[in-house]
């Protein structure tokens, strides 16, 4: 996944893994490790890791665009990213409040909106 990659930060070090929240490549140097993920040198991404959780994931922006959308219109908030602009293939990522997951998945269902996710860890 990350062989071809080089570190965002170092361009003649390759990357060892990308960030959790952003996606990010980072070499051993700037890779920040908690909790059993990696972050990048951008402090609230490991801070946001304790605070939001990771809701879903879908194909393209334009599928996350429709559920923030959708989501904000009914009062919940997130916070996505697209790893995809670092070269990796990860997918787009939203991440909600613990308080928000609940509601924010009910809507989904309510919308019909699942269809358009890839993953949706609290609907197993």
């Not at 996944?1 to 570190?7: G, P, Q, R, T």
Request: charged share 25%; aromatic share 8%.
């Amino acid at each position: 996944m990350l062989e071809h990659l080089m570190c965002e930060n170092h361009s003649e070090m390759k990357a060892v893994a990308a960030c959790y929240i952003c996606g990010k490549p980072v070499c051993g140097d700037c890779a920040i490790s908690q909790e059993g993920k990696t972050f990048c040198d951008d402090l609230s991404h490991s801070t946001m890791n304790l605070e939001y959780e990771n809701l879903l994931t879908t194909p393209t922006e334009f599928e996350m665009a429709l559920i923030v959308k959708n989501l904000e219109a009914n009062g919940v908030s997130g916070k996505w990213f697209n790893p995809m602009q670092y070269g990796t293939k990860e997918y787009p990522r939203l991440f909600v409040l613990p308080k928000d997951v609940h509601r924010a998945t009910d809507l989904l269902k309510e919308l019909d909106l699942l269809d358009f996710t890839l993953l949706n860890i609290h609907d197993k």
